[in-house]
Each structure stands twice: as structure tokens, then as C-alpha cells.
């Protein structure tokens, strides 16, 4: 095998961690990385000493990608997975929900895809029947749901690269983002650290978010091949009918949709021929297009992990593929921060998002123009180029409310102007008992933009 020089590297590390005494090592490569070319590399080595090895994962996806690697490289192998015989050999790739009812083989290294679920009750059952074996855990987001690392599943890690690292070197396309949508999930409730899927639904619809992520596929990324992250099935069929009823080839897949039937769908994805697919929990981990263009997320989550496994499926370069544009229809790029920006990959992580922080976390602007998502600290939209307007504060005795300072160019007036204006209408509607819209539309009409208002005049 040919492997890129950062795998090679970190096959490297990974055996002096293996000297160093570790039998428990976590490999963290981010999405489309090759960590499935590098584990068989691994696997490789290991078959050339007379190893044995057995490869989980909990996925039929996650299974045929690593048999299909394998096979190339000439490694024979059995698959452990109802619908398969059994086959001998020293290589063996199964199914985590097929093995943990039947005999697990004795095996000298257990590689773990996927291995931010390694905590889950069958993962810890079948390893428990591997004592002795070296476990090589493989994620390309180390955090469990809560955000925590996995340091207490793993003795040591090896980060492959950071995803801007790939991107400089051209292994992993840019990401663009738009935030069309902020919904409202102050009254959602928490389930298992995350948004509890069925509110989520009722506050998506409420905030109208359905008919504005067609509306805004269309203005924007027409044609391009699409996935759609949805709250549950029945949102992701209401996604795909609104598709539909715009004329879009849409499809809607979930885990009650038959193999031949998913596996038809995505191929049609491939080719061209659908150019959306709204699913649920279905596409975030082991499957990969790299001729999809544009990610669709209409799931609001409280997980790291989930908004980075969401937005990675489309990070692969392909021919004429420059960029993946993301449409964030759910406030998760704002939540949880731009996907290639510098996060804690340790075992010792904590990247725990509270409904509290998620509302209060203005770390990026969302352009009022184009609605792209970029920096605080920029001036301007590095798109359009738009200014958003300026706040300054009003002066004392106005309750230290802010005005927006817009550019306005037919009604031009200077920021002391138009402060001296708005604390002359507060006192008149205090004083005249009047409603604090009043205000607003007074001083609306002098300069031509609302200003930012209590919610009563005194």
C-alpha cells in the first residue's frame, strides 16, 4: 500500500506508542483522512507477523468499506454478519450487533471503527472476551455524546492531522457555511445530552425552517447533489415531499428503508440522477460521496461530535469540486464553531455544549447580506464584502440600551444625532404612557431603520 506521508506518520506513532507499553491506543483522523487505508495497513503488518485480528464496526457501510480495502490488497478475510458464512482465516471483519451473540474469536488485535461508541454496553462485552489483545480505536470525533473524551476507554492517541491541515494540503476541500435560520429551542428539552428529537420537530416547524431550506436550496445550490440531516423520519419525508412538490429529484432514506432500496437511492445520489436525500441519523457516519457539493443541516444538535461526523460527509475532493457549501438551517456551525477551527483532540477533552452556552455563543457573524457565516473579529463579510451595522451604546439615563447604526445612505445623520433623537422619543413615551412601538416607528420613519429597544419605555 501507497500510503499519504500523514499516514505513514501516524503509523509510526502509533508503534512507538505500542513500545512505550500502551495497549489501547485511539487513532483520530478527521473524515477523509483515510483512516480505513491506514487501519489496513495496520492489519497488514500485523497478518505478516501472524497476528490475528478481528476489525468491529456497527455499520453494514463500515463493514464492506474495510472488506473492500482488504480485498484489494490481497488480504484474505472472513465477515462475521448475518448473511454471510463463515470463513477461516486470521482476519476477521464483523458486524458489532451480529458478534456480540456469538462466539467472539481469539484474536491478538481488536480494531474498534467508529470507537466514540466504544463505551456502549456491547462494544465492552465483546472486548471483555478479548483479554489480552491490543484494541486500536478508531474516530474521526474523540468525544463521546456529553462532549467528554474517551480517556477512560484508552491509554493513549494519536491525532492523524487536523482537519485544516488537510485542507491546506488539499486532501479535504473547504467548507463555506450560510446560516439562513436561528429556530428557537429555549423550551426543548434535553434527552441523553442532546435535544430531545421529537421537540425539536415541533420548534423546527414552528420557526417555518421546512419551507425555507428548499427555498434557499433553490436560490443557491441548485442542482448541486445534496444531503439533508432532518430531526427524525417523519421530518426528513416532510423535507423530502417539499423537494418534491418544488420539482427537485428528492428521496428520503432512514433505518426501516430495505438495503437493495437505500443502496439504489445513493446510487442515484452518485449519479446525478437525485440530487437531494433527506434522511435521519442515517448518513452521519461510514458513508462518503466525494461528489457531493452541499450538506443541509436542519437537525440542531448539542453534540460536537454529531455537527462535525454531519458536515464531514462532503469534505472529499473530487474533480471540479472546490468547496462544500453548508446551509445551516439549525444554528449548529454557530454553536459549536467553524468546522476546521483548533479543538481540544485529547483524551482529557471536554467540549460539553449547554442549551445556556449555545445561546449565548457569538464567537461568528452571520452576514445580513448574503448570509454567509464568518468571523467576529472580521470587518466585513469576506464574501459580499457588507458592513454589518455597528452597536454602540447609548448614553446613560436611556436604561443602557443599544442602537443599531446602520448605513443608510437617502438618510444620513451622525450617531450622536440620532442617540439625542431616540433619548428625546423615550422620555415622551414615558411621559405620555405611550407603547414602546411607538418608538420604533417614530424613529424609523426620521432615519429609516429600527433602533434596538427595551421591551417597555420606562
Not at 3 to 28: I, K
Not at 152 to 169: G, M
Not at 392 to 409: F, N
Request: with cysteine; net charge positive.
Amino acid at each position: 500500500m501507497i500510503l499519504r506521508p500523514y499516514q505513514q506518520q501516524a503509523v509510526e506513532r502509533l508503534r512507538n506508542e505500542l513500545r512505550a507499553g500502551h495497549r489501547c491506543l485511539l487513532l483520530v483522523a478527521p473524515t477523509g483522512a483515510g483512516k480505513t487505508v491506514i487501519a489496513c495497513e495496520i492489519v497488514r503488518s500485523a497478518v505478516a507477523k501472524g497476528k490475528r485480528v478481528l476489525f468491529l464496526a456497527h455499520r453494514r457501510e463500515l463493514i464492506s468499506q474495510p472488506s473492500a480495502k482488504l480485498t484489494e490488497i490481497g488480504i484474505p478475510h472472513g465477515i462475521i454478519m448475518a448473511g454471510h458464512a463463515p470463513k477461516p482465516a486470521l482476519v476477521q471483519v464483523a458486524s458489532v450487533q451480529t458478534i456480540v451473540r456469538r462466539e467472539v474469536p481469539a484474536s491478538d488485535l481488536v480494531i474498534v471503527d467508529e470507537a466514540h461508541h466504544v463505551r456502549a454496553q456491547s462494544y465492552e462485552a465483546i472486548l471483555a472476551k478479548c483479554p489480552g489483545a491490543v484494541v486500536l480505536g478508531l474516530t474521526a470525533t474523540p468525544w463521546r455524546t456529553d462532549g467528554k473524551g474517551l480517556g477512560t476507554a484508552f491509554d493513549a492517541s494519536v491525532l492523524v492531522a487536523t482537519p485544516a491541515e488537510l485542507v491546506a494540503q488539499r486532501w479535504l476541500v473547504p467548507i463555506t457555511g450560510w446560516a439562513y435560520d436561528r429556530p428557537d429551542l429555549r423550551q426543548v428539552a434535553v434527552t441523553a445530552g442532546d435535544y430531545n428529537a421529537g421537540e425539536l420537530v415541533l420548534a423546527l416547524g414552528t420557526a417555518k425552517i421546512v419551507g425555507n431550506v428548499v427555498a434557499r436550496w433553490q436560490q443557491h445550490a441548485q442542482n448541486l447533489r445534496t444531503v439533508v440531516f432532518a430531526c427524525n423520519v417523519e421530518h426528513s419525508k416532510q423535507l423530502a415531499r417539499q423537494f418534491q412538490a418544488a420539482g427537485v429529484a428528492a428521496e428520503h432514506l432512514d433505518g426501516e428503508t430495505p438495503i437493495p432500496d437505500r443502496d439504489a437511492i445513493l446510487a442515484r445520489l452518485a449519479a446525478g440522477t437525485t440530487k437531494v436525500v433527506c434522511n435521519c441519523q442515517i448518513l452521519t457516519e461510514g458513508w462518503d460521496l466525494p461528489g457531493l457539493e452541499c450538506v443541509v443541516l436542519a437537525r440542531p444538535t448539542l453534540s460536537t461530535s454529531l455537527a462535525l461526523q454531519m458536515i464531514g460527509r462532503g469534505r472529499r475532493p473530487a474533480p471540479g469540486k472546490t468547496v462544500l457549501r453548508v446551509h445551516d438551517h439549525a444554528n449548529v456551525i454557530s454553536t459549536h464553531g467553524q468546522p476546521d477551527e483548533d479543538r481540544d483532540w485529547t483524551l482529557t477533552a471536554d467540549l460539553h455544549v449547554s442549551k445556556r452556552e449555545a445561546a449565548k455563543r457569538d464567537a461568528l457573524r452571520t452576514c445580513r447580506q448574503c448570509f454567509a457565516i464568518y468571523p467576529s473579529s472580521e470587518a466585513a463579510c469576506p464574501l459580499c464584502h457588507y458592513v454589518n451595522p455597528r452597536r454602540v451604546r447609548v448614553p446613560r439615563g436611556v436604561d443602557g440600551q443599544e442602537l443599531a447604526l446602520d448605513q443608510v445612505k437617502s438618510r444620513r445623520a451622525p450617531p450622536e444625532v440620532m442617540q439625542a433623537y431616540l433619548t428625546d422619543l423615550l422620555k415622551r413615551a414615558r411621559e405620555r404612557n405611550y407603547k414602546i412601538a411607538w418608538v420604533g416607528i417614530r424613529f424609523k420613519a426620521r432615519f429609516g431603520i429600527w433602533p434596538w429597544l427595551p421591551r417597555r419605555a420606562a
